[in-house]
């Protein structure tokens, strides 16, 4: 067992050497090419927030008009092929009819 531990110790080592910078110039390159990952990292993360936020207000709202079409006497039946028309009509606009936009 003494063994293996003994070529781990060595493999970690090896990988820590590769992974220490030579030199300062080395170590700034590693630094902005961490922090413009990580940038890009949240860049990207705040686009998917948006994103949800968007179609979290969109649901939202396709829900008020349907207990709105609900609450002045239309039928249940009725507010849901309403609300689908509403989904496939956004889907000819987007470019795509997505499987989600169709609940009932």
Known sequence: MSCAVSHRSRRSNAEMDVAVPASSGEEELQLQLALAMSK???DEEIKRQKADELKLQL???ES???ASLIGRGTSKHAAVR???C???L????????????LKF
């Open 64 to 66: 008020k008009k349907t």
């Open 82 to 84: 309403c609300q689908l």
């Open 40 to 42: 890009e990292e949240h």
């Open 59 to 61: 649901a939202i709202e």
């Open 90 to 101: 956004r889907g000819r606009l987007e470019g795509s009819v997505d499987p989600k936009d």
């Open 86 to 88: 509403h989904a496939l």
